[in-house]
């Protein structure tokens, strides 16, 4: 490969980064029976069509295929491989199904999946040498009863795994520097047995030129080692953070953590697992097995004195273990303690106004210093427990030292062993005990890391809105039918005393283009049935259908793709107000950005503001009023033209006039589209030929809307007579 084609392909950074055009990844899918539809395909990942190879092999592993980028020639790649997508000049993409021979069956871009025939020679010109091999991942068998598949590994050491060729040069690298140490004392023992007896300084030098070569060569083994490991948990660190934050963000809504803050503080307790595996972590632990080579040299060449280590290394190590107990505990009461601090920080500085306005401030500062206080009494239980195991490795130390002196002159005098034997010795015996010390301060990060790695665990195995390795439907485009049968929903019992149910043996019947209300008392139901439809709820029992396919074949982004969601609170985001309105959707045009800003009232907005679309809306939308934010939710969802809208209690913040003029404009854009409003206002109504009222979570009415509002008044005047009459 060229170095020209080569520039042409290197992305921001050092490393090769091809692109590889989705078409390309759509085809292998589908060949595999995996079928996708485009927004499918991209759910939840950055990117345009033609992402890097790392971007690439991300979609594929998100689609349950195992991918990597491979430099191979055209007649390295075996049969069993195809099909392998082929990266070749011009940033083209051919796939390669079969090799014949001379001849190559090949799909080339812009022929609709139409494969052709094409020489072996004419092939290789254009190709790179770079291939993207894959395949799917492998599927267990439900009826074994076992979670997880012989092999598929922790999700932690699984991403590690892939760079062990760092570790491996850095596990060499850790070999030549303990035995490059040994240069400083064997250089010791010549100078006192034979340098300082026959006044030998020619010999001397030589001697000390040659430690200093090897003091050298230590230090840049030292160097490299500590690169290759850092190099190393960059490259996992990126990985991991992503997949740690795309897991957060996929979780199921009914499994989300009842504290954001304390959810938010156990993924930020990634950082303790990431410093745990840094290069000081494993340098001291790759030092750690050379104490028993330190303690064969000393047998050799102090004899007798071997044994003080032999027994005092155990005793020290053993000491360092047991310790790890407590600590664990320990660091377990930090977690939570940890947890519930940023939680309370968080709700703290998210409802300021709120505090502010009702005067508890001082509330919240009582519970910021119990939680403070309870971490300090944790933490310096912990500082205790690593402080008197330090002190007892240094006294070890020491005690080493006395022994092996006071042994050794009783070994002169017999003429067993030399003064630089002793001295050997004595040198070596440091490095034997001196690991351990560095093992004690790592011990209180090891737990922490343990600790925080259990948390993300249980984060890993959360169930969440898209299975990996499960099939689904492609159906890009709904009709907007919909179907509740028997929809019954109650949220996860965390309690152990039962959850309540909250929407009841639902049946309803939605058609394309409808228009319908759903009216009821608070905490009928409402708002929750809304949510089910939306695919943020999955039904606990029944099923819920959309053009007559259950929700549960439709691929999560085909869902949020024909069906658009806004919610009564209004969430928007640090940005401006184009980014809040686009959230990176780039592909929208300004005509249509500009048609529905008219049309829901926010040009005018943006028109007084000195910086237009590009005016601050603060975290939250905290520069706007609530009816301005019900607007930009409101205009974010008829931007991409859903089939289907729900609106939880859409002018709810609203003033009339601009209700109104909303409500007019409302009622031209959402032509055709299936209509479903939770409200409890009347000028919504009459968006609307239909109601459904929820009481108690279960449908108490459904029907035209005059009919449904007639049999409300009549229950209403009857109530009010039952009152009367007892009255």
Excluded at 110 to 116: A, L, N, P, Q
Excluded at 543 to 571: E, G, P, Y
Aim: proline letters at 4%; aromatic letters at 8%; a neutral charge.
């Amino acid at each position: 490969m060229s170095d020209a084609v080569k520039k042409e392909y290197i992305s921001q950074g050092n490393e090769y980064e091809p692109y590889i055009y989705e078409y390309a990844l759509m085809w292998i899918c589908s060949f595999f029976g995996k079928n996708f539809s485009p927004s499918a395909f991209r759910h939840g990942q950055t990117g345009d069509a033609t992402p890097s190879a790392t971007t690439a092999i991300r979609l594929l592993e998100n689609a349950g295929f195992s991918a990597r980028l491979v430099q191979k020639s055209l007649n390295d790649i075996p049969a069993l491989l195809c099909p392998v997508i082929l990266l070749c000049h011009d940033r083209k993409n051919i796939i390669l199904l079969a090799r014949e021979e001379e001849q190559c069956h090949v799909i080339l871009p812009d022929m609709d999946g139409e494969s052709v025939v094409i020489s072996a020679e004419r092939l290789a010109e254009i190709y790179t040498g770079y291939a993207l091999l894959v395949k799917p991942k492998a599927e267990q068998d439900r009826r074994s009863g076992i979670d997880d598949a012989p092999g598929k590994g922790h999700w932690l050491f699984r991403i590690m795994w892939n760079y062990r060729r760092y570790y491996y040069n850095a596990a060499i690298g850790a070999v030549l520097i303990n035995v490059l140490t040994l240069a400083g004392t064997f250089f010791t023992m010549n100078v006192y047995d034979r340098v300082i007896p026959n006044q030998a300084y020619v010999t001397l030098w030589a001697l000390a030129a040659g430690v200093f070569i090897a003091i050298l060569l230590e230090f840049a083994c030292r160097i490299t080692r500590a690169y290759l490991i850092d190099i190393a948990g960059k490259k996992a660190d990126l990985i991991i953070g992503a997949r740690l934050f795309k897991k957060a963000l996929s979780v199921r809504m009914e499994y989300r953590p009842a504290s954001a803050g304390s959810f938010a503080n156990q993924i930020r307790e990634y950082e303790s697992v990431r410093d745990f595996f840094s290069s000081a972590t494993l340098i001291t632990l790759s030092d750690l097995p050379f104490a028993f080579l330190f303690i064969a040299i000393i047998a050799a060449i102090g004899g007798p004195l071997a044994w003080v280590p032999l027994c005092l290394f155990p005793i020290a190590l053993s000491v360092c273990l047991l310790v790890q107990i407590p600590l664990s505990r320990i660091m377990k009461e930090n977690l939570r303690g940890g947890s519930l601090r940023q939680g309370l920080l968080i709700e703290s500085l998210t409802g300021l106004e709120t505090l502010k306005a009702t005067s508890s401030e001082g509330h919240m500062l009582t519970l910021w210093e119990k939680y403070s206080a309870e971490l300090a009494a944790v933490a310096m239980k912990s500082r205790l427990l690593s402080g008197m195991t330090t002190h007892f490795i240094t006294t070890i130390q020491q005690l080493q030292t006395v022994i092996l002196v006071s042994l050794g002159v009783y070994l002169i005098g017999d003429g067993v062993i030399s003064v630089g034997a002793l001295m050997g010795s004595v040198i070596l015996s440091q490095r034997v005990i001196a690991p351990l010390g560095q093992v004690v301060s790592l011990a209180v990060r090891a737990q922490q890391a343990l600790v925080a790695l259990g948390a993300l665990n249980r984060l890993m195995i959360t169930p969440t809105e898209r299975d990996a390795i499960g099939s689904y439907i492609a159906n890009p485009v709904l009709n907007g039918n919909i179907q509740l049968r028997g929809v019954g929903f109650s949220y996860p019992d965390t309690t152990g005393k039962g959850s309540p149910v909250v929407v009841d043996g639902a049946n309803i019947t939605i058609r394309e283009g409808e228009r319908i209300a759903i009216i009821g008392r608070i905490g009928s139901g409402k708002s929750t049935l809304l949510r089910i439809i939306a695919g943020l709820y999955l039904p606990t029992k029944g099923q819920l259908l959309f053009d007559d396919l259950d929700s549960r074949q439709i691929d999560i982004a085909d869902l949020r793709a024909n069906v658009s969601f806004i919610a009564q609170d209004n969430q928007l985001f640090f940005g401006s107000l184009r980014d809040n309105l686009l959230m990176g959707r780039q592909h929208i045009d300004a005509a249509r950005l500009t048609h529905i800003l008219q049309l829901t009232g926010l040009d005018a907005i943006a028109r007084n503001h000195p910086a237009g679309l590009d005016m601050p809306v603060g975290e939250n939308g905290c520069c706007l009023s609530g009816g301005q934010r019900q607007l930009v939710a409101l205009a974010r969802s008829l931007l991409v033209h859903p089939r289907v809208l729900l609106m939880d209690e859409p002018t709810s913040a609203m003033d009339n006039q601009t209700e109104t003029v909303f409500l007019r404009h409302f009622r031209q854009i959402s032509q055709g589209q299936t209509l479903i409003v939770v409200t409890h206002r009347l000028p919504v109504l009459e968006l609307v030929d239909r109601l459904i009222v929820m009481d108690g979570g279960k449908v108490a009415a459904d029907g035209p809307k005059e009919a449904v509002l007639e049999q409300l008044r009549g229950a209403e005047a009857t109530r009010l007579t039952k009152v009367k009459a007892h009255a």
